[in-house]
């Protein structure tokens, strides 16, 4: 049984129509950040109204997101975005739903896009979301994650509401532009559909492209004797993937050259250790560096952008907390090197998702 997030707008309105016509079971999560007063709490009302009407599980859920983004100092959008996501899982996880289906339409993979090219995010930048990944949560991130409505666009869905008969609550914020994505939205987007009428599925076209492209020839990091190679996009395996850790006798005939989505370290250079996600004062010291750096600064020369940083797993010391001994899916720190010595290993496999999330 699949979950649908609906918030009680279009988009997931219409989400929840098109997996009722699709005859998938299904039950509702409806997230209540308590940001808008009445309105929120209609929206709630709403949602909870028409999940009764099919005769489906609504679960609901309130937050205090302001407090949550101040306590964690981050934007109320990324504390709704980490919020959400780790109850979803949870759900899942209790439950037994099969996934999680959001209503990331076309639109939003286009403005994902040119948000995501405006603060420097590389290669991710010009690949957008993907139809189907995990939740970028570290808790829950084997849980699949679904966006069945990203090939459409959001003119599609106005279509498809009317043509169906469905009925949502519009968020006024959304006319406001006190958020980058409301800009972008707003005032961008209007001056590029003058130039291009089709711009959006252009744009997604063109990310499309990009993601065939680096699928088909790989992304390729190499630092002195380790080399690991994920298909696909560089930073989304941090965050979309599972990993396997699994300790082996290795007799040094093998070539040091790290296999293909794999990491390999010294297991007893490594001694006991802990798999955690970045907090401040983590420190590594990447291979053929000359002294240590902080996970801060390495993050920056990597172009991770802040509201990625939680979700990339790391393997760290148990004797020091904050040293890093492994980015998983990407680099490994010096000392845990394997050399000609080297008796046992631990191998980190990236679990091939074949997708990857927001």
């Not at 609906?6 to 016509?21: N, P, Y």
């Amino acid at each position: 049984m699949l979950l649908v997030a609906v918030s009680g707008g279009i988009d997931s309105m219409c989400l929840m129509e098109k997996v009722r016509q699709d005859g998938e079971p299904f039950a509702v999560a409806h997230c209540n950040f308590k940001l808008r007063g009445a309105e929120s709490d209609a929206d709630e009302s709403m949602v909870r109204a028409r999940a009764a009407a099919l005769g489906v599980t609504c679960h609901v859920k309130s937050f205090d997101t302001a407090s949550y983004a101040a306590e964690n100092k981050i934007s109320i959008e990324m504390a709704a975005r980490r919020l959400r996501y780790h109850w979803f899982g949870e759900l899942c996880r209790e439950y037994g739903y099969s996934g999680v289906a959001v209503a990331h339409n076309a639109n939003d993979n286009a403005e994902t896009l040119i948000l995501n090219l405006l603060r420097g995010t590389g290669l991710k930048g010009l690949l957008g979301m993907k139809a189907s990944g995990f939740i970028p949560d570290p808790e829950f991130s084997d849980v699949p994650l679904l966006r069945p409505l990203l090939g459409m666009t959001r003119e599609e869905i106005e279509a498809f509401a009317r043509e169906n008969g469905v009925t949502w609550r519009e968020d006024h914020t959304n006319a406001e532009n006190e958020y980058k994505r409301n800009k972008i939205r707003n005032l961008v987007f209007p001056i590029f559909k003058e130039i291009n009428p089709s711009f959006i599925e252009t744009l997604n076209e063109d990310m499309n492209r990009f993601s065939s492209e680096t699928s088909s020839g790989g992304m390729c990091c190499s630092q002195n004797n380790a080399t690991l190679v994920i298909p696909g996009s560089d930073r989304e395996s941090l965050i979309a993937k599972a990993f396997s850790i699994s300790e082996e006798e290795w007799d040094g005939s093998k070539s040091v050259k790290q296999p293909q989505g794999e990491l390999i370290i010294d297991a007893d250079k490594a001694g006991e250790f802990i798999e955690g996600c970045w907090e401040t004062g983590d420190w590594i010291r990447p291979l053929g560096a000359p002294g240590k750096k902080k996970l801060q600064d390495w993050f920056t020369d990597h172009h991770i952008p802040a509201d990625e940083k939680p979700f990339v797993k790391l393997l760290k010391s148990a004797k020091d907390t904050h040293h890093v001994l492994a980015v998983c899916g990407f680099c490994i720190d010096h000392s845990v090197r394997v050399t000609a010595r080297t008796r046992r290993i631990i191998r980190i496999v990236v679990k091939d998702s074949g997708s990857s999330p927001e």
